[in-house]
């Protein structure tokens, strides 16, 4: 069934899902979780009968999470694409990450076990229905839409994830506001409930406004897997004909291995290294998200004037910088970390929302298979996250200083800045 492109209430209705699940990486995944996790939790946890620093086995957990989705998500997305159904998939996630993170609310920080778990299935859900959503660009937009409805989304989610931020800052350090009073760890927990709660409500308007494609073709389980592998290996195998779309993924897996493990280890990196205090932490998390809903709508304009390559290697860049400079940051200032954390903010949005519009238009017109196609970009997307999370982590298990981890991540984006200097496709110019 021919979907119709360009619809203004479906547009909007796909946008809101960046506002629905962008609380999860804001609340869970970057300020608050992280920061709780850590005050906690003893520094040195048991794990399986071995001592690991705390961090560590954050830094791991991350990791695991996005490395199940990644193998896991391609061969979901090829049976999606052969029944015609991938908006119940992308349901089905919705509802694993929001009642993952409703869970939280029982995490006292003496049961480890249970704040780990949850953080993977919450990670696993959010990671997971972005396979199917990102998927709905090319199915919903005309290529000369992608850009700007990239952005669109990214800056409904940073905004909208500041809301339920300050909410939520105000529930924990002014208890008393919310007839709290003495309650320990509970205001953090009722935030991690809030979280959930947004994400499922916000994301039944996507599912309300997002077409619903009728299933193709029925069978056993065991027939669909089979025909899950098939689209897959035809959208593989399409993929490898186009050299400059793989040159996109390979340079997209290596530069996103360090913004993904940035986002979700820089509040840890505040506090343990650079032994920022949590309210302020906190206070520049807010900045930078503000900050990327200008930055990605100005590199959303750079793209379609300059091509989205000259944007990408421009945000890609300055995030060499941004590592140099946070491995001479010095401990205890908060203004010089400050204005890193507002360089950050600057190219977050910005390389997030060119790069998916970015393989967005290397997708054939024609295809049905857009769920599939996206597989191949998530799964770059998540096994770069995992990998670049799990390098973090042993550096800093083995050398316990991050800031040698830091390091690692500059080479990432040296290397992913170099391969996209080889990437010259006419359908990444700048739109007539």
């Given amino acids: ?15 809101m899902y960046d506002w ?133 989304g990214y800056s409904l989610g940073y905004f909208g994830s500041v809301i339920l931020l300050i909410f939520n800052l105000l529930l924990i350090q002014k208890p008393e506001w919310f007839g709290l009073q003495g309650t320990g760890t509970l205001p953090s927990r009722i935030s991690f409930l809030s979280v959930g709660v947004w994400w499922l409500l916000f994301a039944q308007i996507t599912f309300n406004r997002l077409p619903s494609v009728r299933n193709r073709q029925q069978g056993s389980i065991g027939e669909m897997v089979g025909k899950g592998f098939k689209e897959l290996r035809k959208a593989w195998n399409l993929a490898k004909k186009d050299r400059m779309l793989m040159r996109f993924l390979m340079a997209f897996f290596i530069f996103n291995m360090g913004v993904q493990t940035i986002m979700y280890l820089a509040t840890l990196f505040g506090k343990d290294t650079i032994k920022l205090s949590t309210s302020y932490l906190i206070i520049t998390v807010l900045i930078i998200q503000l900050i990327a809903i200008p930055g990605a709508l100005f590199f959303s304009r750079l793209s ?99 800031r040698n981890s830091v390091l690692i991540l500059m080479a990432f984006f040296i290397l992913g800045l170099w391969l996209l200097s080889r990437i010259n496709d006419r359908r990444l110019q700048p739109q007539s």
């Fill in 304 to 402: 379609s004037k300059r091509g989205n390559m000259a944007s990408l290697m421009l945000a890609t860049g300055i995030w060499v910088l941004i590592c140099l400079s946070a491995y001479f940051l010095p401990e205890g200032e908060e203004i010089p970390f400050f204005i890193l954390g507002s360089a950050v903010g600057l190219v977050m949005g910005g390389i997030q929302s060119t790069s998916r519009a970015t393989y967005a238009k290397f997708i054939p017109d024609d295809t049905q298979d857009t769920a599939s196609y996206f597989s191949l970009y998530e799964f770059a997307e998540k096994t770069g996250i995992a990998l670049g999370t799990l390098i973090y982590g042993l550096v800093d298990h083995l050398t316990h200083n991050m």
């Fill in 1 to 15: 069934m021919k979907l119709e492109k360009n619809h203004p209430r479906t547009l909007w209705g796909w946008a």
């Fill in 20 to 152: 629905a699940n962008s609380v999860f990486s804001l609340c869970i995944a970057t300020a608050i979780f992280p920061i709780y996790y850590q005050e906690t939790t003893p520094a040195m946890v048991n794990m399986l009968g071995t001592p690991i620093k705390n961090t560590a086995l954050y830094e791991f957990a991350v990791s695991a999470s996005f490395l199940l989705i990644a193998f896991l998500s391609p061969l979901l997305s090829g049976i999606s694409d052969y029944r015609g159904n991938k908006k119940n998939y992308m349901r089905f996630f919705v509802w694993l990450g929001a009642l993952s993170c409703m869970s939280m609310y029982f995490f006292t920080g003496s049961n480890v076990s249970v704040g780990i778990i949850t953080l993977m299935l919450g990670t696993i859900g959010f990671a997971g229905s972005l396979v199917y959503y990102n998927s709905y660009l090319p199915d919903i937009a005309t290529p000369d839409r992608f850009d700007s409805l990239s952005a669109r």
